[in-house]
């Protein structure tokens, strides 16, 4: 990945918006870039740490892209279309799943997306 996974955790632990957008998550939320995956696992709302998903290795939500296009997401001040991830799925062909579960916690990607740009920008 192209950010301190172990420095994202810890920063989103502590962060009280994204603990508020992900209060009710059960599940897991993968992040992959060019066949790399970062499973961030949840229980009842909370970060549980970071591993290989629920017992069913069902995925709730999953976000994915090319280095490029990551390194483009997590810019500092990201051009048109790279602001969230959503946009940048649309736009420039990035992945992000259907789910129910992507929708209901759409805040809580864009908040985890600012957490990540927060570590990869040196602010974390």
Same mark, same amino acid.
């Given at each position: 990945?192209?950010?301190?996974? =172990?420095?994202?955790?810890?920063?989103?632990?502590?962060?009280?918006?994204?603990?508020?957008?992900?209060?009710?998550?059960?599940? %897991?939320?993968?992040?992959?870039?060019?066949?790399?995956?970062?499973?961030?696992?949840?229980?009842?709302?909370?970060?549980?740490?970071?591993?290989?998903?629920?017992?069913?290795?069902?995925?709730?939500?999953?976000?994915?892209?090319?280095?490029?296009?990551?390194?483009?997401?997590?810019? =500092?001040?990201?051009?048109?279309?790279?602001?969230?991830?959503?946009?940048?799925?649309?736009?420039?062909?990035?992945?992000?799943?259907?789910?129910?579960?992507?929708?209901?916690?759409?805040?809580?990607?864009?908040?985890? %997306?600012?957490?990540?740009? =927060?570590?990869?920008?040196?602010?974390?």
């Amino acid at each position: 990945m192209l950010i301190d996974i =172990d420095r994202l955790i810890a920063r989103a632990r502590d962060d009280f918006e994204f603990k508020r957008e992900t209060r009710y998550l059960n599940g %897991t939320i993968a992040l992959s870039m060019d066949g790399e995956k970062a499973v961030l696992d949840f229980a009842d709302g909370k970060l549980t740490g970071v591993g290989s998903g629920t017992s069913s290795g069902h995925h709730r939500i999953e976000v994915g892209g090319t280095a490029e296009q990551w390194s483009q997401l997590l810019m =500092d001040k990201p051009v048109p279309f790279y602001q969230c991830i959503q946009s940048a799925a649309v736009r420039h062909g990035m992945t992000i799943s259907a789910t129910d579960e992507t929708f209901a916690y759409l805040p809580a990607l864009n908040r985890l %997306t600012t957490l990540m740009r =927060d570590v990869r920008n040196g602010r974390a």
